[in-house]
């Protein structure tokens, strides 16, 4: 019933709208005044003057037609750079860039097919439930849409998340905990030709640090990365100062503190070796989320799938997304495949048949509800 032209026409509309992060009112607009086209009460939150936005999350309701539970499907609506000025084409039912950009899949993918569901089930006035969309803001960089949703608007104790990449029916049930580690670095600036020795080189401090830390793969649940550093002046100057940034994730919080714990000695015992002042922050960003096998949310998703004649697979994820905040607060939430590939990059793409599959999915779930 999923109308392939339909789908794919939207979704090239929806991707050539600029919509980086910060920067997602327009397209909020356009995809708030399409789910109020097909007939679902739509508010914008105040989110975006907390985070910096230049608009808020958008959220949806649509009432049921049967008398069960409400379900929530949500994605986000912005997008990576470099993600604007998108050019989609199409070669061989696979949806590309131009080369120049991302795609967007990320997440407009999971909006297109939340749409297209929605519209399949007035068409055919398929019996539903009520259903609840959350279409977020900044979710890249920080998850800062869904930490500031205005929760009281959701009545959903159940929740889909459109936003991971894989085989539709894939379904991640495991997040991780992230912290976020940033240390500053203060040496002594000295000339680096005529008196070397009376600098302190917070660049070597660093590398003195970070040379003595457990990074990357820690085990099968804890990663840890040095992302930047920034900072020096010129080649003859001793460097004076750097900012180091890094984070530490795990799916036990156990381990993430020991870790982040681990990263934060390492700076602070270089620093004492070599007399430099060093200053660690550190910020859990979010938390981690795991939902039981058995769990309703997860017997939806499989029985959708297995409507579909689709094979599911649990999955734990190394990265992290709303689904992580809306655990937090309450809705028990999984994250489910939709076939994104290579995002965050200019190879990302899409295929055609994903993308049909993925709004045959959400239509499932919502006809599954009992």
Same mark, same amino acid.
């Not at 607009?29 to 508010?43: C, D, P, R």
């Not at 991302?102 to 006035?125: R, S």
């Not at 977020?136 to 936003?163: M, Q, R």
């Not at 900012?243 to 993430?256: G, P």
């Given at each position: ?132 969309? $959350? ?5 890249? &960089?920080?998850?800062?849409? !869904?930490?500031?949703? +205005?929760?009281? #608007?959701? /009545?959903? =104790? ?121 200053? $660690? ?5 979010? &938390?981690?989320?795991?939902? !039981?096998?058995?769990? +309703?949310?997860? #017997?939806? /998703?499989? =029985? ?67």
């Amino acid at each position: 019933m999923i109308n392939k032209e339909r789908i794919t026409n939207e979704f090239l509309k929806y991707v050539q709208i600029d919509s980086p992060t910060q920067k997602e009112g327009k397209f909020a607009k356009f995809i708030s005044e399409e789910l109020t086209k097909l007939g679902l009460e739509v508010y914008i939150d105040g989110a975006g003057e907390k985070v910096g936005s230049d608009t808020g999350n958008v959220i949806a309701k649509l009432k049921g037609t049967k008398n069960v539970q409400p379900i929530l499907f949500s994605c986000h609506m912005d997008t990576v750079s470099p993600g604007e000025g998108i050019k989609p084409i199409i070669k061989d039912n696979v949806i590309y860039s131009d080369g120049t950009t991302i795609l967007g899949g990320d997440d407009k993918a999971g909006i297109a097919a939340i749409l297209e569901a929605i519209k399949v089930i007035k068409e055919n006035n398929i019996e539903h439930g009520p259903i609840e969309i $959350v279409f977020s803001i900044y979710e890249e &960089g920080g998850l800062f849409g !869904a930490k500031n949703l +205005e929760y009281d #608007k959701i /009545a959903s =104790k159940l929740a889909f998340v459109l936003d991971s990449g894989g085989d539709i029916g894939e379904i991640v049930i495991k997040g991780p905990a992230q912290d976020k580690i940033d240390a500053k670095i203060i040496g002594k600036p000295a000339h680096a030709g005529v008196a070397p020795e009376e600098g302190i080189s917070a660049i070597q401090v660093a590398a003195s640090a970070i040379s003595k830390m457990n990074l990357l793969r820690i085990d099968e649940e804890t990663t840890a990365n040095i992302g930047m550093i920034n900072g020096g002046k010129a080649t003859n100057i001793v460097c004076p100062e750097i900012i180091v940034n890094a984070e530490a994730r795990s799916l036990n919080s156990k381990k993430l503190d020991k870790q982040t714990a681990h990263m934060v000695q390492c700076f602070e015992e270089a620093a004492r070796e070599y007399g430099a002042k060093v200053e $660690v922050t550190t910020e859990r960003m979010y &938390g981690p989320f795991i939902v !039981a096998e058995d769990d +309703e949310v997860v #017997k939806l /998703a499989k =029985k959708a799938c297995s409507n579909m004649g689709v094979t599911t697979s649990l999955k734990a994820t190394g990265g992290g997304s709303d689904t992580n905040i809306l655990n937090g607060n309450g809705i028990k939430a999984v994250n489910l495949a939709i076939g994104e590939r290579k995002p965050h990059t200019l190879e990302e793409h899409l295929r055609i048949e994903d993308l049909v599959k993925s709004a045959n999915l959400v239509m499932e779930i919502i006809k599954a509800v009992e």
